[in-house]
């Protein structure tokens, strides 16, 4: 049946974040659906965030678009554009290698959930706010000289 019963979907708050930067994602937890439905060419993830959680750190990647459906309660788009409130019904483009550092941010006392698509791909991940990069040839995270944590 296609249909996926998120109750029997394990939620998860792992992150491969240094721990110096895994705080802000804490109380992110995620569904990753793509796997259970048989999906192969893109993943699609089921994404709760607490009050004061956020979905990641502000990053961009060289080689994964990323699309974001938001379902429920409010988060806060930040990007290089500026601030751009997110509600249930909005959705938001990141096109791969456009070099937009974002992030969605809950800064209400609120629950919100949010669909994240994205193509898994070993790409090249930045993060222009903190001093980290996703070298994909490295299959980890590493400081911006290529340093390792």
């Given at each position: 049946m296609p249909k996926l019963d998120l109750d029997a979907i394990e939620q998860s708050n792992a992150t491969g974040y240094p721990p110096e930067y895994a705080g802000a994602v804490k109380e992110r937890w995620y569904r990753r659906l793509a796997p259970v439905g048989g999906l192969k060419d893109f993943g699609v993830s089921h994404v709760e965030l607490k009050p004061g959680a956020w979905s990641s750190q502000r990053h961009w990647h060289e080689g994964e678009d990323e699309f974001v459906?938001?379902?429920?309660g409010e988060a806060m788009l930040v990007?290089?554009?500026?601030?751009?409130?997110?509600?249930a019904g909005d959705c938001a483009a990141f096109p791969k290698n456009d070099g937009?550092?974002?992030?969605?941010?809950?800064?209400?006392?609120e629950s919100c959930t949010f669909i994240a698509v994205g193509r898994s791909a070993d790409t090249d991940c930045h993060y222009p706010d903190?001093?980290?990069?996703?070298?994909?040839a490295k299959g980890r995270q590493v400081r911006k000289d290529g340093s390792d944590f």
């Open positions: 459906v938001m379902l429920s990007d290089d554009s500026g601030r751009t409130p997110m509600r937009n550092g974002h992030v969605l941010i809950n800064e209400s006392a903190i001093d980290m990069h996703l070298d994909a």
